[in-house]
């Protein structure tokens, strides 16, 4: 099975031996030989986008970009630790800690809604299902163009109907205290019905007869959820929850084409920080210290939820 | 209340009398009404005429002279058929070659013993949980390096390789059974003869929902192609809109930025309402993407 093999033999001592656990390596490579070439397309953009990827960041964060009076120059650490005392980095971390749970919790609850309600198929419930999952379909820019709009003060849609029956009209998008929140309405309206359909997968594991048993016994249906679902429903909200956390730190198109981080640096999220840091500053070493400290959260939690699945059975 | 009771004709019977699902049913249809609601007013606004005043473009009522101005002006402002073509020829060609390496991987993970299996195996997994988005910085190096910067083929290239693609493959090609690759191998077909007359026809289903996660997701991709591509006449659909939205902001054409979104979404909307099965069907399958 692996390349571990060969060594697990006793110690060669004599040539003969040893010309035999050579041939007996040499021909196992060679039977794998179809495999390999198999496998070489693949391998090749995976090397050079993926790994060859990770190891650049982490060559770039290490390096002085070249300035007009400087060569580029191996500065350690210090980009790792410029990117940290950065305000606007740090500032767009906690904004994007606020905006995974404050978008996550949300969209995740909303799915959990629509799962319950539109388990049975019936026509009604497949027409509703498709409407709730139209947003999932259309790019996050399309749905900030619509959402410009919305926000629009006074004469967009949400002042138009809403906005009247407030005190005061807020600035949706340009008061710093409420623009993040405006953006992660978009996100909820966005991803609650892509999440759906994984409850709704995780609802078919739910035993009929099981609940059937439990109408018999006069468990109504707030017992039926907590005791029956709930305990079914734990590995599909682990699972969501983990892309709810990613696609929080990699959805930033909608900060791009609405406020570019600002009002003030309200909205600014880790990747459209990286982003900055690379386009407008040319400042890759930033960028690649930034895409580093990313890369290590998102591993480390991605790992734990992958570990956790598989210590479980069933994961979705 | 009638017509929810209607709905619930096929529950069980102990269950028709209770209260909380209707609620939660009730509190679901207005949330979908609250849903659909932006692409109403896309609707709305694309059809309604300039000379209604930006006080009546929030208006959910129809215009009662619909126009299609402008459709017009964002088919010529924001040259929209070269964004659309820019975009088909992206997705296309992304698509192909990952047909190509996900059906050879797959069959390698699926049908072959080889030495270094498991670390292969997880040097694929490695891609799912790295979340290429992020990598966007180190590859843009790349690219330039590569002197694709400024290409479609720049674009399209850090998706040639895919896990998820691989793994599905796998998963699909480990369903056939081992007769029909046998009774080929007594007629003497080659290893590349079995993969295509064999394990391919018999994948299609798999074939197509990843054909469906992989167009709709680099249809919808934005911050990769808005670094690589740099003269308007090579932007994708996504980079295309967020450049003409800005512009038409600042001259408030609400109207024209509606039609453009429009044209936008339109084909994977269309091509979502005629398959809605197998779409729903493929997005449970992709979880990571």
Partial sequence: MSLAEPAALPVATSAATRLHVLKRFSSRLKASLPAYLLLLPSLVFLALFTYGAMGRVLIDALYQRATPKAPVRFVGLDNISAVLADPAFTGAVVNNLIYAVGTAVPSIGLALLFALALTRTHAVNSALRAALFLPVLIPMVAASALFLFIFLPNVGLLDYYIGRLLPVLPNWLGDPDIALYAIMIITIWKNAGYYMLFFLAGLQAVPEDVMEAAHLDGAGPNQRFRHIILPELKPTFLFVTVIAILNAVTQVDHVFVMTQGGPSNSTNLVLFYIYQQAVEHYDVGKASAATLLTLAALMGLTALSFRTMANREGGP | ?289
């Avoid at chain 2, 209707?22 to 709305?44: C, D, E, H, Q, R």
């Fill in chain 2, 1 to 289: 209340m009638k017509l929810i009771d209607a709905l619930w004709k096929d529950a069980p019977l102990a269950t028709r009398g209770e209260i909380t699902p209707k609620l939660g049913f009730l509190l679901t249809v207005l949330l979908a009404i609250v849903w659909l609601i932006p692409f109403l007013w896309m609707g709305v606004a694309t059809l309604r005429p300039a000379s209604d005043g930006i006080n009546a473009m929030a208006e959910l009522m129809p215009s009662l002279k619909p126009t299609l101005d402008n459709i017009r002006d964002a088919w010529e402002i924001g040259d929209f058929p070269r964004y659309t073509l820019n975009t088909t020829i992206i997705c296309t060609g992304i698509l192909l070659v990952q047909f190509f390496t996900i059906t050879l991987a797959g069959f390698a993970f699926a049908r072959l013993n080889f030495a270094g299996k498991t670390l292969i195996f997880y040097l694929f997994l490695m891609q799912l949980m790295l979340v290429p988005v992020l990598l966007i910085v180190p590859n843009l190096k790349l690219v330039a390096q590569l002197g694709l910067y400024d290409t479609l083929a720049g674009v399209m290239m850090p998706f040639f390789a895919s896990a998820f693609g691989t793994f599905l493959m796998r998963q699909a090609f480990e369903a056939i059974p081992t007769e029909l690759e046998d009774a080929a191998l007594i007629d003497g077909a080659s290893l590349f003869q079995r993969i295509r007359h064999i394990y391919v026809p018999l994948s299609m289903p798999s074939f197509s929902a990843f054909a469906i996660i992989s167009v709709t997701s680099h249809w919808n991709d934005f911050l990769w192609p808005l670094m690589v591509i740099n003269s308007p006449d090579k932007r994708p659909l996504t980079v295309g809109l967020s450049v003409f939205t800005k512009t038409a902001e600042g001259t408030q054409a609400w109207g024209t930025i509606a039609a453009g979104t429009l044209m936008v979404i339109a084909p994977l909307l269309v091509t979502f309402l005629i398959f809605q099965k197998r779409f729903i069907s493929s997005f449970v399958t992709s979880g990571i993407k």
